[in-house]
């Protein structure tokens, strides 16, 4: 093999390797958190800050780390933003590196490594969506409960309280987390506003809303309640049906994206010499990077075009 594309796979290699590296010593490198000393040892009090935490980023690689950390904690994974990382780095390089090693190819190495990572990642983007499917679709019984906890007497931290005692879905641990934050101190408005950047549902913000303006305004809160219940009910109908009358068209869709990966794949595997000309020349490989970036781009355009909000 050339040295020349020995030594860019090798920093290639390096580059990750460091990145990688870097991301770890970042996270292990926080400034303490504020504590008290018990028993001699300072525990601490104050949460971890998250990117929940974070105004927007104004640089490109700042909007990809927020994506990513925003991503890895919506999804529900119990793990770290930067354990998920590493774990995504190393499929990478468990896939390009077999084969690399079994075809001696480097575009393929890459591409094999850019597949390894880029499936673990379309996993979290799927268990996201069910999380935030799983959210909606308790959202308006937990509304009813705190119309009716309310309606019996209870304040509206105690019926949050309920909430997340009764709940053991997401929705539940996330009120169970709010009545926490509001047990040490925190204004109901602080807390919402919290709660509705976890979880960015244009649902979520319109409870947060009409909570927070309660609190400040008072009002017949039961009656708004329920009110609001019904308006989730009559959107998650609509969504329903939209997605029943558009279930042929987004299965459609879905074949033609994945059609061409797999007949290259299948083609490759059963008659790699047809294919050998795109690795040894120049012009094959290019149009093989072409073909690769519009195919990217083509599943994202895909993905956006899905998408029922």
């Known amino acids: 093999m050339d040295p020349?594309?020995?030594a860019i796979i090798c920093f290639s290699a390096i580059v990750f390797t460091v990145l990688a590296g870097y991301l770890l010593l970042r996270d292990l490198r926080q400034p303490a958190a504020a504590g008290v000393a018990v028993g001699g040892m300072s525990r601490?009090?104050?949460r971890r800050l998250t990117v929940f935490d974070q105004p927007p980023a104004d640089g490109l690689m700042g909007r990809l780390d927020q994506f990513?950390?925003?991503?890895v904690l919506e999804s529900g994974v119990e793990s770290t933003p930067t354990g998920v990382f590493l774990g995504l780095f190393a499929c990478g390089l468990l896939v390009g590196g077999t084969l690399f090693v079994i075809y001696d190819n480097p575009?393929?190495?890459?591409?094999?490594?850019?597949?390894?990572?880029?499936?673990?990642?379309?996993?979290?983007?799927?268990?996201?969506s069910k999380r935030m499917h799983a959210i909606l679709e308790e959202l308006p019984h937990v509304v009813d409960l705190l119309a009716r906890a309310v309606r019996a007497g209870e304040s509206v931290d105690q019926a949050i309280d309920l909430v997340g005692t009764e709940f053991d879905g997401p929705l539940g641990r996330e009120f169970a987390r709010a009545s926490r934050q509001l047990e040490m101190g925190r204004s109901l408005q602080a807390a919402m506003k919290t709660?509705?950047?976890r979880v960015q549902l244009l649902d979520i913000r319109l409870l947060a809303s009409v909570l927070s303006v309660h609190r400040q305004t008072g009002g017949h809160l039961p009656e708004t309640l329920e009110r609001l219940s019904g308006v989730i009910r009559q959107r998650l109908n609509?969504?329903?049906q939209m997605r029943a009358a558009t279930a042929a068209g987004r299965f459609s869709a879905i074949v033609i994206v994945t059609a061409a990966p797999l007949v290259y794949i299948g083609a490759f595997m059963w008659n790699e010499e047809h294919y050998r000309i795109l690795y040894d020349d120049p012009t094959g490989r290019i149009l093989l990077l072409v073909a690769f970036c519009l195919e990217v781009i083509g599943i994202i355009w895909v993905l956006r075009i899905l998408r029922t909000d």
Request: overall charge positive; glycine content about 10%; proline content about 5%.
């Open 4 to 6: 020349t594309i020995i």
């Open 44 to 46: 601490p009090v104050r």
């Open 68 to 71: 990513f950390e925003r991503l």
């Open 107 to 128: 575009l393929l190495g890459a591409l094999g490594m850019g597949a390894g990572m880029a499936v673990p990642t379309f996993w979290l983007m799927w268990k996201r």
């Open 195 to 197: 709660l509705s950047s």
């Open 238 to 240: 609509s969504r329903r």
